[in-house]
Structures are given as C-alpha cells and as structure tokens.
C-alpha cells in the first residue's frame, strides 16, 4: 500500500496538491514594536486578540483578562479537520476553530509601564482596531480593579452573518454559601454555578503552570446574588495572599469551544518583558503587590 501511494505521487503531484486544503500559517506570539512615540502590534491567529492581549500584557507587565463570546456560525468558525481524516470519513463531523487571522493595530506609547490611564487608553485603542477588523467577535474593555482589566466579548455573528449581541456569562449573578474551601474547590463551584443558572456550560480548565497554584490555598468566600466575576475575582486574590507557596498574579483566560459547546476557564500567571544591563531580555513573573 505504501509503495503505491508513493506512486501516484510521483506521477500526478499537481493533482494532489490542487485538491489538499491549504494551512493558514499563523504566528507563535504577537510581535510589538516600538517606534519612538508609537508603538505597533501583530498578531496572527485563530483568536488574534487572545494573542494580541498576551502580547502586550507581557510587553508592559499588565494584568488583563480575556473572555470569548460564544463563537457558533459558519461565519466565526471554520473547518480545521485533519484532511487525511476527512478523506477517510467525509460525512462524518470534523473539528473546528475560530476563523480568526492577521490583526494589527498602533497606538501611542505609554508614558509609564502603568498608572495614569495608560493601561486602559491602549487596551481601547486595541480593542476599537479589533472590532473594526473583519476577525470574529466584538470586545470591550472593562475595569475590573484597580490596575486590572477585562477584554470581554460582547457580540458574535449569528447565522446570517449578522452582529448578534450577547451577555458575558460571568456577569452571571451566582450564590455560593461562605465557607472556608480549598482554592481548586471553590473555583469549581464557581463555574458549576455558572453552569446552572446560565445554562452555559463551563469547565475548570488549566493552570498553565508547572505545579498547581490552587493546591495549598484556603479561602473563605461566597455571596448571594453577586456577579461571578466578582467571585472569581476574590478567589484569584486570595490565591495570591494565602498560598504558601504562590505569591504571583493568576490571570484567567475564558475560552470557548465550539466542538465541546462549552466554555473553559484557564488560569495563567501575570508576565512582563525585562531587559537585563546587557540587553538580553527575558520573562519574569510578576508578584502580586500584596506580597
């Protein structure tokens, strides 16, 4: 069998080729540049702003969070199935992903790493060159706390290719009892919360990390009626203030699956760019402010 495949390659590569579907090529990491009084920024991926997000939030040392809105039409989708096992199942249903690409946009250098507006001003700027882009989704920016933000998808196309407002699932409003929870359990019941009143489901996703933060945490919160965002917001604090062994920022990044119908809530830690006195640059984790 081998050999003759090895056959029909050598005689009709043309043919071959013609009919294989074509792979985007899409970029590891957005790339920022800085140009005097202005800097510049590219992404290129299925989720352009998720990237563009990672990318100047390291650039700067920001902490900001990132929320898909629920990405479901032909119009926010594509088809991202392995040909090989397309040819073999053609009807069958394949995989997708986000039918995002090249974004890029500019805007004016922050005067300081953070503080005086600088934060926001960027990330709006980010955003309106976004949703001004023919990439899936709509965003706004929202402050969620002093030196933190959120980039929250507000819109999606619906089956006719139209914008089609949404609500965030965690502006859900939850109640939780308060009680004393490890940090893994109570993140859990957050999003098993969310799940039940929102009818969205949700999972706990990864940490993204090389040993687990939540593992040593004890935390003690809850409310009745109170935005999960908020929750979730208190649960991440606390993380940071009473593990005995983790003392960064925990981002999260809110992502949905279109194949699974369900949304994933990844942790991540806060990162920032830093140049050594030989200009070697590298990553390093930021502390919270607490610690």
């Known amino acids: 069998m081998k050999r003759?495949?090895?056959?029909?390659?050598?005689?009709?590569?043309?043919?071959?080729?013609?009919?294989?579907?074509?792979?985007?090529?899409f970029m590891n990491a957005a790339v920022v540049q800085h140009n005097g009084a202005s800097a510049s920024l590219t992404a290129n991926h299925p989720r352009p702003l998720t990237q563009a997000i990672e990318a100047i939030s390291e650039e700067y040392g920001w902490a900001v969070d990132f929320e898909d809105p629920p990405y479901r039409s032909q119009f926010d989708l594509v088809d991202d199935t392995d040909a090989t096992w397309r040819a073999n199942h053609p009807n069958a249903k394949g995989v997708t992903r986000v039918s995002g690409g090249l974004f890029q946009s500019s805007f004016s250098e922050p005067p300081t790493a953070s503080g005086n507006g600088a934060e926001e001003q960027v990330l709006q700027k980010l955003v309106a060159d976004y949703n001004a882009s023919s990439n899936p989704g709509k965003f706004m920016v929202r402050k969620q706390a002093e030196g933190r933000y959120a980039v929250i998808g507000v819109s999606k196309r619906d089956d006719s290719g139209k914008d089609q407002s949404i609500n965030a699932p965690l502006d859900t409003a939850i109640s939780i009892p308060v009680q004393q929870r490890d940090a893994r359990a109570t993140l859990q019941l957050i999003v098993d919360s969310v799940t039940a009143k929102s009818g969205v489901k949700v999972y706990l996703g990864m940490t993204g990390l090389s040993s687990d933060p939540l593992q040593d945490a004890e935390l003690t919160i809850g409310g009745s009626n109170v935005p999960a965002r908020t929750l979730l917001l208190q649960a991440l604090e606390g993380v940071s203030t009473t593990s005995p062994h983790f003392r960064r920022i925990l981002l999260w990044e809110f992502l949905f699956d279109a194949d699974m119908n369900a949304y994933y809530l990844n942790l991540r830690t806060a990162t920032k760019t830093v140049t050594d006195a030989s200009g070697r640059q590298f990553v390093q984790f930021i502390d919270h402010p607490r610690n």
């Open 4 to 25: 003759t495949v090895f056959l029909l390659l050598v005689v009709v590569p043309s043919v071959l080729l013609a009919q294989a579907p074509t792979k985007p090529s």
